[in-house]
């Protein structure tokens, strides 16, 4: 069974920093690109960013301005999200999600995790 | 970026009925749009993929169709169950950036 458990996350000020963590089981992580997709309180899902399955790819939404830095740790099974100089617009619930395609990613995720709530605010 | 527009943002209708929620993209997308279904306080689910494909697990009476910029999912024989909010999202500017649409609310009678 696909598992993506999240850890990380909470209340930081703006222009403060904090590292999202995503340790997956159940599937072949390596094999896998891996997104992080946030929602805003009472608002829709906007896609954050990407890693390709070796990590040597990645995408950002053009909204996050360079903040955000996505990476994996394949001998690990844990994916990562570094987000610096965090502002208010920033608090959501964060998931990650797995490409429901293996090695070539397709962009729709068949696995999400439970979330975590970031929350900036001074 | 490929916008997504949803309608209607919000439905109600009675177990049983069938519920149709339209997704329409800015440009055309061929067949890569996927729907979920979020429910309060929890993650999205993958309903169907590359436009028509059902995900493994997901009931039968859910349906998706089109193609190019227009697309529909139909839920068949509505259940109570089947109460929560619906997103479509288009991966056809896969690389990214990957959008979603504004969501629609299903709600029971």
């Known amino acids: 069974e696909v598992q993506l458990l999240q850890s990380g996350g909470g209340l930081e000020q703006p222009g403060g920093s904090l590292r999202l963590s995503c340790a997956a089981s159940?599937?072949?992580?390596?094999?896998?690109?891996m997104s992080w997709v946030r929602q805003a309180p009472g608002k829709g899902l906007e896609w954050v960013s990407t890693?390709?399955?070796?990590?040597?790819?990645?995408y950002y939404a053009d909204s996050l301005k360079g903040r955000f830095t996505i990476s994996r740790d394949n001998s690990n099974n844990t994916l990562h999200l570094q987000m610096n100089s965090l502002a208010v617009e920033d608090t959501a619930v964060y998931y990650c999600?797995?490409?429901?395609?293996?090695?070539?990613?397709?962009?729709?995720?068949?696995?999400w995790g439970l979330g975590t709530l970031v929350t900036v605010s001074s | 970026d490929i916008q997504m527009t949803q309608s209607p943002s919000f439905v109600s209708a009675s177990v049983g009925d069938r519920v149709t929620i339209t997704c329409r993209a800015s440009q055309g997308i061929s067949s890569w749009l996927a729907w979920y279904q979020q429910k309060p306080g929890t993650a999205p689910k993958l309903l169907i993929f590359a436009a028509s494909s059902l995900h493994s697990g997901v009931p039968s009476r859910f349906r998706g169709s089109g193609s190019g910029t227009d697309f529909t999912l139909t839920i068949n024989s509505l259940q109570p169950e089947d109460s929560a909010t619906y997103y479509c999202?288009?991966?056809?500017?896969?690389?990214?950036?990957?959008?979603f649409g504004g969501g629609t609310r299903v709600e029971i009678k």
């Open positions: 999202q288009q991966a056809n500017s896969f690389p990214p950036p990957l959008t």
């Open positions: 159940g599937f072949t992580f390596s094999s896998y690109a």
């Open positions: 890693i390709s399955s070796s990590g040597d790819t990645t």
């Open positions: 999600a797995k490409d429901v395609s293996k090695i070539v990613a397709r962009g729709f995720f068949d696995s």
